[in-house]
């Protein structure tokens, strides 16, 4: 059988960083506060000329350097993402064209921070279908634009970046030794979506508007959603929580992964953590701390990895593969 396997990842990051304390003198709050209800300390914002698909791009060229391929390698680019540089074309055909890719398709897809993991389940679906042999996932984010930057309910929490992987057809015999994707489990409910949306688009306001959030109801309905829809991948898969190598959740609060990695009886020296340096990118938290894992060798051939990640709408899934 067919499996998708990782073989490339990477990252980038906007060059400004923005610690905690560049709050203190705009709004309510402080930096030890920041930390104490999010375990953020820092975040990345993107300065002029930095956009998700340069940022895209920046990731994509570093996930093919590390394959060890080119653009001409690559069959498909999906791109997640909730802010794209153009309401249309694509993010995704800009990164293509910014590649200098002149074939194959490209396309976004759009499911705030669970893009990633909407993006890397499409992906294997096309590589399984025989459509494709090698993909591009990338996630790219610059929520900055969207923040209310006088809300300090929200514009604490998040960041901008981008992370990308090369997903690439391999055999298996469909054992859980198989290297590659083991099981994905996607889900929606779109009666959450005063709980965190953005209040603007082209079609009602015709303006970009600001990220809105109720973070009590969010942090209420987190860690049951998620721990769902990984529980259904590990009965998929056959496996417990015991066996997982590494944990690379959604960065949205280090509370909520604390938690959800408890309730799945994960130890907590198995878990990924970069929300203390990234803050929460959206689409591109699973991917950044993907290639934070994989640079500094936690992450190695033959590793069982779980990806998970919640987000707007609601919207929530699970991946699971070896790595």
Same mark, same amino acid.
Not at 55 to 77: F, K, M, Y
Not at 79 to 99: E, G, K, W
Not at 100 to 110: C, I, S, W
């Given at each position: 059988?067919?499996?998708?396997?990782? %073989?490339?990842?990477?990252?980038?990051?906007?060059?400004?960083?923005?610690?905690?304390?560049?709050?203190?003198?705009?709004?309510?709050?402080?930096?030890?506060?920041?930390?104490?209800?999010?375990?953020?300390?820092?975040?990345?914002?993107?300065?002029?000329?930095?956009?998700?698909?340069?940022?895209?791009?920046?990731?994509?060229?570093?996930?093919?350097?590390?394959?060890?391929?080119?653009?001409?390698?690559?069959?498909?680019?999906?791109?997640? %993402?909730?802010?794209?540089?153009?309401?249309?074309?694509?993010?995704?055909?800009?990164?293509?064209?910014?590649?200098?890719?002149? =074939?194959? &398709?490209? *396309?976004?897809?759009?499911?705030?921070?669970?893009?990633?993991?909407?993006?890397?389940?499409?992906?294997?679906?096309?590589?399984? @279908?025989?459509?494709?042999? $090698?993909?591009?996932?990338?996630?790219?984010?610059?929520?900055?634009?969207?923040?209310?930057?006088?809300?300090?309910?929200?514009?604490?929490?998040?960041?901008?970046?981008?992370?990308?992987?090369?997903?690439?057809?391999?055999?298996?015999?469909?054992?859980?030794?198989?290297? @590659?994707? &083991?099981?994905?489990?996607? $889900?929606?409910?779109?009666?959450?979506?005063?709980?965190?949306?953005?209040?603007?688009?082209?079609?009602?306001?015709?303006?970009?508007?600001?990220? $809105?959030?109720?973070?009590?109801?969010?942090?209420? =309905?987190?860690?049951?959603?998620?721990?769902?829809?990984?529980?259904?991948? *590990?009965? %998929?898969?056959?496996?417990?929580?015991?066996?997982?190598?590494?944990?690379?959740? =959604?960065?949205?609060?280090?509370?909520?992964?604390?938690?959800?990695?408890?309730?799945?009886?994960?130890?907590?020296?198995?878990?990924?953590?970069?929300?203390?340096?990234?803050?929460?990118?959206?689409?591109?938290?699973?991917?950044?701390?993907?290639?934070?894992?994989?640079?500094? @060798?936690?992450?190695?051939?033959?590793?069982?990895?779980?990806?998970?990640?919640?987000?707007?709408?609601?919207?929530?899934?699970?991946?699971? &593969? $070896?790595?």
């Amino acid at each position: 059988m067919i499996r998708s396997a990782v %073989t490339g990842v990477g990252s980038a990051l906007p060059k400004r960083v923005m610690p905690n304390e560049e709050f203190e003198s705009k709004i309510d709050t402080t930096s030890e506060w920041i930390e104490q209800r999010t375990g953020i300390k820092q975040r990345y914002i993107a300065g002029e000329g930095e956009t998700s698909a340069s940022l895209g791009e920046a990731a994509a060229r570093a996930a093919l350097d590390n394959a060890g391929l080119t653009p001409d390698d690559i069959d498909v680019i999906i791109c997640a %993402t909730s802010t794209p540089d153009n309401t249309f074309p694509a993010t995704a055909v800009n990164i293509q064209n910014r590649l200098g890719m002149r =074939h194959g &398709l490209a *396309f976004d897809v759009q499911a705030v921070c669970t893009g990633f993991v909407y993006a890397t389940t499409t992906a294997d679906l096309y590589i399984r @279908g025989g459509m494709a042999k $090698r993909i591009l996932v990338i996630g790219a984010e610059t929520f900055s634009r969207l923040l209310d930057w006088e809300d300090r309910t929200t514009c604490v929490l998040f960041g901008d970046g981008a992370g990308a992987v090369v997903l690439e057809a391999v055999e298996g015999v469909g054992l859980t030794s198989d290297r @590659g994707i &083991l099981a994905a489990h996607l $889900r929606s409910d779109g009666s959450h979506k005063e709980k965190l949306y953005v209040d603007g688009g082209p079609s009602t306001t015709g303006s970009v508007g600001h990220l $809105r959030m109720v973070g009590r109801e969010v942090f209420k =309905h987190a860690v049951g959603m998620i721990t769902d829809v990984i529980e259904d991948s *590990f009965e %998929t898969a056959g496996i417990t929580g015991e066996q997982i190598d590494w944990f690379v959740p =959604h960065q949205a609060n280090r509370r909520i992964i604390d938690a959800s990695a408890k309730k799945l009886g994960i130890p907590a020296d198995k878990v990924v953590i970069t929300v203390d340096k990234h803050g929460n990118t959206s689409a591109a938290s699973v991917p950044l701390a993907l290639s934070v894992a994989v640079a500094d @060798g936690r992450i190695k051939k033959g590793d069982l990895v779980l990806l998970e990640a919640m987000g707007g709408g609601f919207t929530w899934g699970a991946v699971l &593969l $070896r790595w």
